[in-house]
């Protein structure tokens, strides 16, 4: 099994344009979770799906979109990319119960 | 609200000597705690966690964590280090009911040397 796969990897984008973040699953989880992490400031959630056509926002969701058409798929859409977007994005998955999340190896994003 | 402190940015750690990564939380309600292990340029692993029973909870590559509810604390643990467990440390909690959200704290950069 792959896991859990984001692409791209590495991204530069300019002040304004868009871009959407790929995350795909092959465990067939029903939770998925998009994140961003910054230095010195752990992970902070910004939306987060319990199944297919739901989502909800997380901690910091402004400035982004999600949707959930799939079990597999957890696309996180950027429509105006801003400076304070530059971060690494990571997507988790993880199956009913008392299990952890599993990650993806994360996409460097930087807007210029 | 739940939130996660990890008191220290690094510790540094000579291999072979045990090593303590400390982990504080607060929480409304019984926590479900977990570590995770992050190295460069790669997603976070899973460690350990901690749901109810055991305080003592043993995991992945010879970790271990204990739960202290009355200090509210679910420090890391290993008898003796090695270089290669050199990484940044995050510990998380969540709560029952909330979708397993998790709330990281700020990681803990570990520092193993020979």
């Known amino acids: 099994n792959a896991g859990v796969t984001q692409t791209p990897k590495f991204r530069i984008l300019k002040i304004g344009q868009s871009m959407t973040l790929q995350c795909t699953q092959d465990m067939n989880h029903n939770y998925m979770y998009w994140y961003r992490q910054d230095p010195g400031m752990g992970l902070k959630l910004i939306y987060y799906?319990?199944?297919?056509?739901?989502?909800d926002k997380g901690e910091v969701p402004n400035g982004y979109n999600v949707s959930r058409s799939t079990t597999e798929d957890f696309p996180l859409r950027l429509e105006l990319a801003a400076p304070s977007q530059t971060s690494v994005y990571f997507c988790?998955?993880?199956?009913?119960?008392?299990?952890?999340?599993?990650f993806g190896d994360g996409t460097r994003l930087s807007i210029l | 609200a739940q939130s996660v402190a990890q008191p220290e940015d690094q510790v540094n750690v000579a291999e072979g000597n045990p090593l303590t990564v400390k982990c504080t939380y607060s929480v409304s309600g019984n926590p479900y705690l977990f570590w995770y292990v992050q190295y460069p340029n790669r997603g976070l692993q899973f460690l350990l966690k901690y749901i109810t029973g055991d305080n003592l909870v043993k995991g992945s590559y010879g970790f271990e964590a204990e739960f202290n509810k009355s200090q509210t604390s679910f420090h890391l643990k290993k008898p003796s280090a090695l270089v290669s467990d050199s990484a940044l440390y995050f510990c998380?909690?969540?709560?029952?009911?909330?979708?397993?959200?998790?709330?990281f704290g700020t990681g803990t950069r570990l520092q193993v040397t020979l």
């Open positions: 988790a998955s993880k199956p009913t119960g008392n299990q952890p999340q599993h």
């Open positions: 799906s319990v199944g297919a056509g739901i989502t």
């Open positions: 998380a909690v969540s709560l029952t009911g909330t979708a397993s959200k998790l709330t």
